[in-house]
């Protein structure tokens, strides 16, 4: 059997690996990487946050934002060799609609309801097999048959099909069009399960106003400026967390929307297929 590429965050993933993934999952029981992750309810997660212990905001930011990642599930049914590929996704925005839930549960009932727009941002490459070739935003259309976002599946769940999930409703963001080489997008998922969004929407205020507060600490004291942490689903599988040793590389590209700017980052935090 050959041997997979491992495919890092930002990297350019060859849709084929992703196509096999079953073979990546039992490749993942044996990989070799697999040993420098750290489980997100492990004692070895606390001692790795040891040293931002002193400061309780950065500690908890890393926690909330572990709870905001999920594992992104795609069905290629579309394509010559159908099959499953995995990513890893981030909640970045939640806000609430009254209308018809185009969820599978609810698409053909014509009564409104209310439900929760979620965008999560994640790697092109997850869901498209050739990001490259698109040019705007537009050439990019939601291709697959089924996209779904698992939440809470670490090392506390055995069972992701038990966990509460989102389904993928569409992509509404690239940016292709500023111009650098990104592999960036953000999709929109729903859910009309409305016990589950209040829970999101409320880690996700408190992750903002932490960011809030860990960015003007820093603005004065660099200590920890540089030292990356990636939280991911390594092969589909568990949620863990992978720790940098040293500083990272930080480059700017371009500014874009007023106050952000892209920039690129090199690491050398260990990463597997199934972490972008
Ligand atoms: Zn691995
Ligand atoms: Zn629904």
């Known amino acids: ?15 084929n690996q992703d196509f096999d993934n079953k073979r990546l999952k039992e490749k993942g029981k044996e990989c070799e990487k697999d040993k420098y992750y750290v489980p997100v309810n492990s004692d070895d997660l606390k001692e790795m946050l040891k040293p931002v212990r002193s400061n309780m905001h950065l500690h908890d ?22 099959g499953e590929g995995t990513g890893t996704g981030f909640i970045q925005r ?50 697959r048959e089924t996209v779904k ?7 506390k769940t055995k069972d992701p099909e038990k966990c509460p999930s989102l389904y993928g409703y569409r992509i509404s963001d690239t940016d292709k069009d500023i111009d650098v080489n990104s592999d960036w997008c953000c999709i929109e998922f729903v859910s ?3 016990d589950l969004v209040s829970d999101l929407e409320k880690t996700l205020t408190e992750f903002q106003d932490l960011q809030k ?19 991911g689903h390594p092969h589909g599988l568990q949620k863990q967390l992978s720790f940098s040793k040293t500083m990272a590389e930080r480059k700017p590209l371009k500014e874009v929307r ?10 050398d935090a260990t990463t597997c297929q199934g972490f972008s």
């Open 94 to 143: 939640i806000r609430r609609v009254l209308g018809r839930c185009p969820c599978p549960e609810c698409k053909d009932h014509t009564n409104t309801r209310r439900y929760a727009i979620l965008s999560v941002a994640t790697a092109l490459h997850v869901l498209h097999e050739d990001p490259e070739s698109c040019k705007s935003t537009i050439d990019v259309k939601f291709i």
């Open 213 to 231: 507060t860990v960015y003007n600490y820093f603005k004065q004291d660099h200590k920890y400026k540089g030292h990356v942490i990636i939280i």
């Open 1 to 15: 059997m050959a041997e997979p590429v491992w495919i890092g965050v930002g990297e350019k993933a060859n849709a």
């Open 258 to 267: 007023d106050t952000q700017r892209w920039c690129r980052y090199k690491y």
């Open 61 to 82: 930011l890393i926690l909330k934002m572990v709870k905001l990642t999920g594992l992104i599930s795609v069905t290629f049914k579309d394509l010559l060799i159908p």
């Open 149 to 155: 976002m698992i939440l809470d599946y670490d090392d």
């Open 192 to 194: 009309h399960k409305m």
